[in-house]
T-cell receptor, first 111, second 114 residues
C-alpha cells in the first residue's frame, strides 16, 4: 500500500463550484500534512499545512480525520486560476527532513 | 534572494553517459533534497542531506550519487545514464526546525536519456 494515496482525477468543475479532494495515508503516526499545488511543468508550492484537525485560508479548507486516516482539501468558489494538480504530502520522518508525496489530483476549472 | 536554483533546465543524454545536475540555495537552509517526478506520478525522494558533509538515501537512490561539501550546494550525479532515468528532477531546501515546514523547490531539470 502506498504511504499517501490520492484520486488522480481529473476533476472538471465549472467556475464558482465547490470541489473536494481526499487523500488517505497509511502511517498512523504521521503528525503533519500538507497540500502542495503544482502547475503544469512547474515546481510544487506549499498551499496549506495541517497539524491538528484542520486549517482554513480564504476559499481553501483542509481537514484531517485521524480516525479514518484521511485529509481533505475543500475549494470553494472555484476560479479558473485554481486549475492545477494538488499534491497531498506528509513528512518522511519525525525530523521532517524530506517529504513523501501522493501522486496528485488534477483539477480543471472550466468557464 | 534567488531561492533554489537548478541547472541545466533541459538535458538530453545518451545511455551510459554521466552528468551532474546542479542545485544551489542562498537561504542558508540546512536540509536539501532531490526528487524525481515521472509522468502522472508524485515526487519520489532520491537523496537528501541535513547539512554539509551529511547525506542519506531516499526512496529511489540507485544510479545516483550526491555530496554536500557546502551548505549552499547539493549536486546530483548520474553515474551511467539509463532510459529509466528520464524524468523531471526537483531540488528542494528547508530550514531546520522551521515551524512552517515549508520546502522551497527549484524550477526543475528535465532530463531525457536516449
Amino acid at each position: 500500500r502506498k504511504e499517501v494515496e490520492q484520486d488522480p482525477g481529473p476533476f472538471n468543475v465549472p467556475e464558482g463550484a465547490t470541489v473536494a479532494f481526499n487523500c488517505t495515508y497509511s502511517n498512523s503516526a504521521s503528525q503533519s500534512f500538507f497540500w502542495y499545488r503544482q502547475d503544469c511543468r512547474k515546481e510544487p508550492k506549499l498551499l496549506m499545512s495541517v497539524y491538528s484537525s484542520g486549517n482554513e485560508d480564504g476559499r481553501f479548507t483542509a481537514q484531517l480525520n485521524r480516525a479514518s486516516q484521511y485529509i481533505s482539501l475543500l475549494i470553494r468558489d472555484s476560479k479558473l486560476s485554481d486549475s492545477a494538480t494538488y499534491l497531498c504530502v506528509t513528512p518522511r520522518d519525525t525530523g521532517r527532513r524530506a517529504l513523501t508525496f501522493g501522486s496528485g489530483t488534477r483539477l480543471q476549472v472550466q468557464p | 534572494n534567488a531561492g533554489v536554483t537548478q541547472t541545466p533546465k533541459f538535458q538530453v543524454l545518451k545511455t551510459g553517459q554521466s552528468m551532474t545536475l546542479q542545485c544551489a540555495q542562498d537561504m542558508n537552509h540546512e536540509y536539501m533534497s532531490w526528487y524525481r517526478q515521472d509522468p502522472g506520478m508524485g515526487l519520489r525522494l532520491i537523496h537528501y542531506s541535513v547539512g554539509a558533509g551529511i547525506t542519506d538515501q531516499g526512496e529511489v537512490p540507485n544510479g545516483y550519487n550526491v555530496s554536500r561539501s557546502t551548505t549552499e550546494d547539493f549536486p546530483l550525479r548520474l553515474l551511467s545514464a539509463a532510459p529509466s532515468q528520464t524524468s523531471v528532477y526537483f531540488c528542494a531546501s528547508r530550514l531546520s526546525g522551521s515551524s512552517t515546514d515549508t520546502q522551497y523547490f527549484g524550477p526543475g531539470t528535465r532530463l531525457t536519456v536516449l
